[in-house]
């Protein structure tokens, strides 16, 4: 039986009565097009960004404590030919997507960015999660050397803020 938290990918929440989280979200989404009026629009469109950050904030807390446990189980392998191949095929891909999700983080309130208070959700994301608790960044050391090189490009934050598509 699902939990109904946003780390599992079931469709139901705890006993199949209520929506999960991506459910609600894309119903939300589609009465956009029932809104009427610019001021009711950009209010939609405002909530609706707001609860995409929350659901990415959901999905990168879980994509963390997934890494956490791929890297504690890879540790563990004797085999170094596998805790290679094991840290390529499965942590490796986890941390990329953690990138993708740090880059959705970001461009959702950016997009909606109107007063001190979004711009104090960026802070919060960049401050204590990413540089004081190094909630991206915690296990690169750890991955690296399991690879036997340094994380690839791809898997480092970007130096300026990405503009994705769909959320200008």
Known sequence: MASGRICERSGRSAGGDRPSAEEVLCH???LRLHIQGTGNLDRFNRWLKTFCVTRFIGQFGCARGELDAVIKRIEKEENPQAKRRFAREQAL???LRMVDLLGHLYNAPLATLNNATELGTICNIEEPSMLRL???SGQDAKLAQLLGEPLPTAAQPWK???A???WS
């Open 28 to 30: 939300y989404s589609a």
């Open 93 to 95: 891909p986890i941390r």
């Open 134 to 136: 190094k909630l991206l």
């Open 160 to 162: 300026e803020y990405p």
């Open 164 to 166: 994705l598509p769909g």
